[in-house]
């Protein structure tokens, strides 16, 4: 296979005109012999028509696809309203209301009570109008000389109260044992707690009773069965009777400020009255009749 070096080579020594002829043929066969890229056909730039859709199925084979109109269940008929019965609709249940928390009550717990000096309980505060308590206890005894005393009913008074009355029983209870020979069995009881007004009047002040700040004792019981009531042995003053009636009377003035009995009017005239009530600018003054 021929190269095409040496007629290179022979084109650069001879002149234009004469390489040009002598070279023309050599020219043309080497282009011959080189290896020539495909020529690509031109091809003209004519724009594609979208391809033709495809001719649908005929309508049997439409029909056997898609079922037809007998073919489709037809809907029930709905029955006459008057037919129909509709189930009854079942209540809801009702749903209770949570009850409203009460309101927190802050009550007082009494020393007397604690050290067993009172046999008592506590009660819910005591409001009446103007009258109430906050810490109300319900006393049913009383200690002395290490044995509790009874009351014929309870007493629904404040803390002050029971703690004043420890003393003044011990007190009456040694003097009834020193001079009947026969302790007090237990204390009957008045009126404790109740609203209303001073001597039960219509006006004025309030009574200390509804305060719970009050008591009345109308008598006691000795250990013996015997009893001493107000009315009807408060007189003769000298008779054993009447005297441990009026000690009864002035031991209840030192722990008391105030005790009236059946010399200080005709309201008082069948008990003792005995309450913790304020007396004077610095609630000190006591009052004894």
Not at 48 to 69: G, Q
Not at 136 to 142: E, H, L
Not at 232 to 255: E, I, Q, S, V
């Amino acid at each position: 296979m021929f190269t095409a070096l040496p007629f290179a080579i022979l084109a650069s020594c001879a002149t234009p005109a004469l390489g040009q002829d002598i070279l023309a043929p050599f020219e043309r066969m080497i282009e011959a012999l080189s290896p020539q890229e495909p020529q690509r056909p031109a091809v003209d730039r004519v724009q594609e028509t979208p391809p033709k859709p495809l001719p649908r199925p005929d309508a049997a084979e439409d029909a056997e696809a898609v079922p037809t109109a007998e073919a489709t269940p037809l809907p029930r008929p709905r029955p006459e309203a008057a037919d129909v019965v509709e189930p009854a609709a079942e209540a809801e249940p009702a749903v209770e209301a949570e009850p409203a928390a009460e309101a927190r009550v802050y009550q007082t717990a009494c020393p007397a009570v604690l050290m067993g000096l009172v046999e008592a309980e506590a009660l819910p505060p005591l409001a009446e109008g103007i009258c109430g308590e906050r810490s109300p206890i319900r006393v049913t005894g009383v200690l002395s000389r290490g044995r509790m005393v009874a009351t014929s009913t309870p007493i629904i008074t404040n803390c002050d109260m029971a703690s004043a009355l420890p003393a003044w029983v011990e007190a009456v209870d040694l003097y009834a044992l020193a001079t009947a020979d026969a302790g007090i069995d237990s204390i009957t009881i008045g009126t404790s707690h109740m609203c209303r007004n001073r001597n039960n009047a219509s006006s004025g002040f309030t009574s200390e009773h509804g305060f719970a700040n009050a008591i009345d004792v109308v008598g006691f019981t000795l250990a013996n069965g015997e009893t001493i009531a107000l009315e009807a042995d408060w007189l003769p003053a000298a008779a054993p009777k009447g005297r441990l009636l009026r000690f009864a009377h002035d031991a209840a003035c030192t722990g008391f400020t105030t005790v009236l009995g059946p010399e200080a009017n005709a309201d008082h005239e069948d008990h003792l009255h005995l309450d913790l009530g304020c007396h004077g600018q610095s609630c000190t003054a006591r009052i004894c009749e």
